[in-house]
């Protein structure tokens, strides 16, 4: 069954206002989203935060739910926290790492996550080694193999890397993961949302998101997977009352459920819109949804790329719904920049977001257009007129 494209965009305000190709930074929130969180914000003025929340019990319990539902994995595997970046921090930061354990990532790596392999590799002298690209630009799961040995303490890979169109091969890494018996940490914030994401498919042994980009959820929210075997292998790095409790005056005990990778306090509307969010997407069907991304995401590729002075730099033998290219005369900033004034949101992948692929490839800062379901093939004309435009100008 097509998509019905037109309730899609009736369910979103902001498609009445912008052309909107910025979905990998923060997609706009459908409608029941925001009255969601607005409800529970309303409720919190007139009853106040802690009666509020005790009265939306069930509906924030739904959220686990939701999350347990679309990742095919247990509620209690699920904790919800602001963003993604903490989300894999918890799991990342509560690994005991020792010298000579090795760390096996990709060229995609993201900043945040790679910042903090080197300040563990430095505080505790594990190696980090990046796994080469194969040809299609993925992550070389033939190479991945031949590196392991028993010193890979963990493999962490991101999905959708923030600066393009691949789709990293995380299922054969995880079959890599799971026959050595090696942890999987899988980055899904710009695939969660987008495709359909299986956890036991896929393999990986934790699994962090974000609300905000291709789920439609509310900013400042994130979730973090953790395989039920590994919860209590883990120490989170941080805890609070939440997470512990404190049994005596000399001792505390660590939930023994994910929870114990939240804090006490946090964005309950935000908490709640995350679940009507997730829900919104699974009844659309996380297939369906991937099906209409690529498609469009094909299609913006293949046009953009037509137009004199655009370079395409999207790799991958699957790819997804973001487009990035770089631009002559105009640099990234200033495309962006402009775009905006004529209504059209892109960002621009800098390169220092994923250092490791863009030192390799040379890549400059480039503009990032993102597509979700809700977009349409008229848009991706009239974004490409505009571009066309606005470059023939600048010569
Ligand atoms: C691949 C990837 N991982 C992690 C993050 C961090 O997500 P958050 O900003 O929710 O912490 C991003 C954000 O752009 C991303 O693209």
């Given at each position: 069954?097509?998509l019905?494209i ?7 305000p ?5 052309v ?12 029941p989203v925001?009255d969601?969180?607005?409800?529970h914000?309303?409720?919190e ?5 802690y009666e509020?929340?005790?009265d939306?019990?069930e509906?924030?319990a739904?959220t686990?739910?939701a999350?347990?539902?679309m990742l095919?994995?247990?509620p209690d595997?699920v904790?919800v ?5 903490r989300a894999w ?6 690994m005991a790492?020792?010298r ?5 990532t ?9 910042i ?7 505080r505790t002298?594990v ?7 194969d ?8 190479q991945?193999?031949s590196?392991?040995d ?10 959708m890397p923030?600066n393009?169109g ?11 993961a799971?026959?050595a018996g ?8 710009q695939s969660?949302g987008q495709?359909p994401?299986d956890v036991?498919?896929l393999?990986?042994?934790m699994l962090s998101?974000?609300?905000r980009?291709?789920l439609?959820g509310p900013?400042g929210?994130?979730f973090?997977?953790v395989r ?18 404190w049994?005596a005056?000399?001792r505390?005990?660590?939930?023994p ?8 306090e946090g ?16 009844e659309w ?14 299609f913006l590729?293949?046009?953009v790329?037509?137009?004199?002075g655009v ?6 033998r699957?790819?997804g719904g973001i487009?990035?290219?770089?631009t002559?005369?105009?640099d990234a ?5 402009a775009l905006r004034a004529h ?7 800098p390169?220092?977001s994923?250092r490791l ?14 597509v979700?379901?809700y977009n349409?093939r ?13 470059l023939?100008a600048?010569?």
């Open positions: 069954m097509p019905d037109d309730r899609a965009r009736r369910d979103t902001g498609c009445t206002e912008v909107h190709f910025n979905n990998a930074g923060a997609a706009l929130p459908p409608q925001l969601a969180q607005l409800r914000l309303h409720r003025a007139e009853m106040g935060g509020a929340a005790a939306a019990e509906t924030l739904h686990y739910a999350i347990a539902t095919g994995c247990a595997e904790a926290v602001e963003n993604a970046t921090d918890m799991a990342f930061y509560a790492f020792e000579g354990d090795r760390i096996l990709s060229p995609a790596s993201y900043a945040s996550n790679y903090a392999m080197l300040q563990v590799a430095r002298g190696t980090i080694d990046v796994v080469p690209r040809e299609a630009g993925q992550v070389d799961v033939a991945l193999a590196m392991m028993d010193n890979v303490a963990l493999i962490a890979l991101t999905h923030t393009g691949l789709v990293n091969p995380a299922a054969e890494v995880g079959a890599i799971r026959d090696v942890p999987f940490l899988l980055d899904a914030c969660a495709m994401l036991g498919a393999g990986c042994t998101a974000t609300g980009k291709f439609r900013r929210t994130g973090l997977y039920r075997d590994w919860i209590e292998r883990l120490e989170p790095p941080l805890l609070d009352l939440h997470a512990a409790t049994v005056p000399d505390y005990e660590i939930h459920d994910a929870r114990r990778f939240e804090t006490w964005y309950v509307a935000g908490k709640i819109g995350l679940g009507v969010a997730v829900d919104y997407a699974l069907g996380l297939d369906a949804i991937f099906e209409r991304v690529q498609r469009l995401a094909a590729r293949q046009q790329a037509a137009l004199p370079t395409v730099h999207d790799v991958g699957v790819q487009t990035t290219f770089s002559e005369p105009m900033a200033a495309l962006k920049h209504g059209f949101n892109v960002s621009v992948s390169r220092s994923t692929d863009a030192e390799q490839r040379r890549l400059p800062d480039l503009v990032r257009a993102s979700h379901y349409t008229t848009e991706i004309d009239r974004f490409c007129a505009v571009v066309r435009d606005l023939r600048a010569r």
